[in-house]
């Protein structure tokens, strides 16, 4: 199956929306780009893999990749190395270790200074606020790691752009997940970690990426694979971008942007915005299948192989109540402005800063519940730690998570 025609079946669009913009900004990224040393960080996953795809068009002198997932990135060199002229000026090399670890600061004390750092390690699904365990390792992927990384860097001095990649969830959030990248905002622009002087640090928000792994739509290529149901929440509508978009925006944020800017895509409500239930017969469609909608999952299951043999295909409707779901997409902060910056497809929003100290003590906090100097903590704790910092955290506790469904 053409993963092109996919894509579209959920994007709405053939083309890149951003492909006017990388072109018009093309001699300025390559000025930046050409011959400097480069050290991506979770660059084995869709979005850090797209980018180094980008990247790499503007033939830096040197390439380096870390990432805990060595599955990932056996194929990211099986993939670029398969591919005539990609690394042919490159030094690359891959490194499957965990960013945040005293080997990432032996990496960092032995290799020359990396000029150019960018960041898309992350725990990013709203599911891994489940208990204690799992948020606790989100926190620490996204917010204390990231602080570490940033401290380091300043020590070893040499880094002259910083990129780490946020999401739309950071907007004005309703889960952790969200609060914990909007946390890694205020640790990389707050100058708490870093003195920002002659740094270029800069992020970005965006929506869903097509066909992105551990995606509500990457699922639906497995199940469908496996011949199991595919489940999708009822009446609910996203705006998605491709994983070369993603890529895209990246580029544009690192190099383009004003420094201590967060990009956003400027999206259409009318054209843009895709609703799930229409994106699943599209994908059904590319199979030569029409849904079959179920309430109940059991029933789902036991329709599959009487479906299949009028070209159906069982789809689960799921209320969209688990805790921290939110109903709409939003990319911008109640405190928050988007600004034109010359850009057809992208706007920018300036960072706000929070009270000074606050984002130190917050990752002090972290760091000494994960060193387990704090004997007993609660979900309920950090939520009201975040929220002391965040005080447009708005988390309801629903009881139900995404673990608890097909």
């Known amino acids: 199956m053409p993963m092109q025609n996919l894509v579209s079946s959920a994007t709405g669009r053939s083309g890149s929306l951003f492909s006017a ?10 000025e930046i780009l050409r011959g400097r040393s480069i050290l991506v960080i979770g ?31 056996a194929e990211l060199v099986r993939e670029l190395r398969s591919s005539p002229g990609q690394l042919s000026t490159c030094d690359f090399r891959t490194f499957p270790i965990d960013f945040g670890s005293s080997v990432m600061g032996r990496l960092l004390d032995e290799l020359p200074p990396y000029e150019i750092v960018l960041n898309f390690a992350a725990l990013k699904h709203v599911r891994s606020e489940k208990d204690v365990y799992s948020l606790l390792q989100m926190l620490n992927t996204n917010v204390v ?7 380091w860097l300043r020590q070893r001095g040499g ?30 622009f707050s100058g708490e ?17 097509a066909f992105s792994d551990g995606s509500l739509l990457h699922s639906f290529l497995k199940r469908i694979e496996k011949r199991q149901p595919i489940a999708v929440p009822r009446s609910t509508r996203r705006f998605f971008v491709s994983i070369e978009e993603a ?10 942007a004003p420094t201590e800017f967060i990009m956003i895509p400027r999206f259409s409500q009318q054209k843009d915005l895709q609703d799930l239930e229409s994106v699943a017969a599209a994908v059904l469609a590319q199979y030569g299948l029409e849904p079959r909608f179920y309430a109940d999952e059991a029933e789902a299951g036991d329709h599959m192989a009487a479906d299949l043999l009028h070209r159906k295909y069982p789809v689960l409707l799921t209320p969209l109540d688990t805790t921290g779901e939110k109903s709409f997409e939003e990319f911008v902060a109640a405190d928050e402005d988007a600004l034109e ?41 950090i939520v009201d730690a975040v929220s002391a910092v965040l005080h447009e955290l708005r988390h309801v506790e629903t009881g139900k998570n995404l673990d608890q469904r097909m």
């Not at 790691?145 to 401290?151: E, F, G, M, N, S």
């Not at 009270?355 to 979900?379: C, D, F, H, N, Q």
Request: net charge neutral; with cysteine.
């Open 21 to 30: 913009d990388l072109q018009a900004h093309e001699s300025e990224i390559g």
């Open 43 to 73: 660059g084995a996953g869709s979005i850090g893999s797209s980018t180094i795809a980008q990247v790499l068009r503007f033939q830096p002198g040197k390439l380096h990749v870390v990432d805990q997932n060595e599955n990932n990135l």
């Open 145 to 151: 790691k990231v602080a570490r990384l940033i401290q």
């Open 159 to 188: 880094t002259r752009w910083f990129f780490s990649v946020s999401t739309d969830k950071a907007a004005n959030p309703v889960n952790l997940m969200g609060a914990s990248k909007r946390l890694m905002e205020h640790v990389m």
């Open 193 to 209: 970690f870093c003195a920002l002087t002659g740094l270029h640090v800069t992020s970005a928000r965006f929506a869903n990426v």
């Open 247 to 256: 890529g895209q925006i990246c580029l544009l944020a690192a190099f383009c």
């Open 341 to 381: 910056l010359g850009y057809r497809q992208l706007l920018g929003v300036p960072y706000v800063p929070v009270m000074p100290g606050v984002t130190s003590e917050i990752v002090t906090y972290l760091e000494s519940i994960l060193s387990r100097v704090e004997p007993e903590i609660a979900k309920q704790d």
